[in-house]
């Protein structure tokens, strides 16, 4: 039986603590540390992108084993922030410190430069536009780019108020979060202006915000080790809710000692459940309708950097790797980094009964 088979639907939820002793290690990774992971919307093609300057592609077996496929680089191996595909899956995408976004065409294996910006390119998400696919990018000169791969220039640019630190899309939705907590939503068919401006609900800076699967709203999260759901319309705003996660507290004692960032945040693909990961080295699985935390794992060895579920649902992807929560001065040389590959195990994943959708 693989190892990545879907479990029977009777299978229980077993205990609140998950087991991860059948994960599989993605193997002959990037030298540097790993800063986004992304598998392919149309097969088990994972994207692995690292400080190096690499973005490498492996293909995933039915048994969790990992073979390299493809490979591009940016720039004097300047850093590769964001990754992503194209809805097709034919290409990837890189974007970096080179100030650049860089595509692979998976067909003819060749490495194109299709976007610029004056300052880092820290997101980098594929979308559509009056049907047209568009590669978005965030970058840390303040604006969000839409283009369009068949021109040279981007077809449209949008000022926001500080640096982007993370995006996310679905359907015609697009999130875009920003240094000094702010978020903003834009619907693509009017994609250089914002629908709707909120600052965090969240005190303190904004790590990851990801969009539900209804696109009707988005998870986010915090330096703080705290979680929010956000509906974007006014009327579903009496949903809207936060709680605290990836904290750590000492036996005989009530009050956290340590506080970690909420690094990822990844959305089912069926379900519509969602998982959290931080500096931690710990993930859970969630349900927002009924507020509920479904599993939660054990530290892993090092902060879990970046998370993906694969087009099914059935593997679940975790990068860990050091994520300069505690600076320069928490960097060493040798410390662990891994991807994982985790398999969705009977109803880990599934909304509890009678859990009401917005």
Request: hydrophobic share 30%; net charge neutral.
């Amino acid at each position: 039986m693989s190892l990545f088979a879907n479990s029977p639907s009777s299978a229980s939820s077993g205990p609140s603590t998950g087991d991860f002793s059948k994960d599989v290690e993605v193997k002959d990774l990037p030298s540097d540390g790993i800063t986004q992971i992304r598998f392919s919307p149309t097969n088990e093609h994972l994207a692995v992108a690292a400080w190096n300057g690499e973005v490498r592609i492996y293909e995933i077996d039915g048994q969790g084993n990992s073979q390299g496929r493809a490979l591009f680089k940016h720039d004097n191996n300047k850093g590769v922030l964001s990754c992503c595909w194209s809805r097709d899956g034919s290409k990837c995408f890189g974007g970096g410190t080179d100030n650049a976004g860089r595509m692979l065409d998976l067909q003819t294996q060749q490495t194109t430069q299709v976007a610029a910006h004056d300052e880092p390119i820290s997101c980098v998400v594929a979308a559509e536009h009056q049907g047209n696919p568009l590669l978005v990018t965030g970058s840390w000169d303040k604006t969000v780019k839409y283009w369009d791969l068949r021109q040279q220039t981007p077809i449209g640019t949008l000022p926001c108020q500080n640096k982007i630190y993370t995006m996310s899309t679905r359907n015609q939705l697009l999130v875009i979060g920003t240094a000094d907590r702010y978020v903003n939503a834009v619907e693509l068919n009017n994609p250089t202006r914002f629908y709707k401006t909120v600052q965090s609900p969240l005190k303190w800076q904004t790590r990851v915000a990801t969009c539900f699967l209804e696109a009707n709203g988005f998870a986010i999260g915090s330096i703080e080790g705290r979680c929010a759901i956000q509906y974007v319309e006014d009327r579903d705003s009496a949903s809207n809710f936060s709680f605290k996660c990836h904290r750590q507290t000492p036996p005989n004692s009530r009050d956290p000692a340590n506080v970690y960032a909420v690094n990822a945040i990844s959305i089912h693909p069926t379900h519509g459940t969602f998982s959290t990961a931080g500096s931690d080295g710990t993930f859970h699985f969630w349900d927002k309708d009924a507020k509920h935390r479904l599993k939660g794992y054990p530290e892993c060895g090092q902060s879990i950097v970046s998370t993906d579920f694969n087009r099914t649902g059935a593997i679940f992807a975790y990068a860990c790797s050091y994520d300069w929560s505690k600076g320069f001065a928490g960097s060493q040389q040798g410390s662990p980094q891994f991807v994982r590959l985790h398999p969705v195990q009977g109803d880990e994943c599934k909304p509890r009964p009678g859990g009401k959708k917005r």
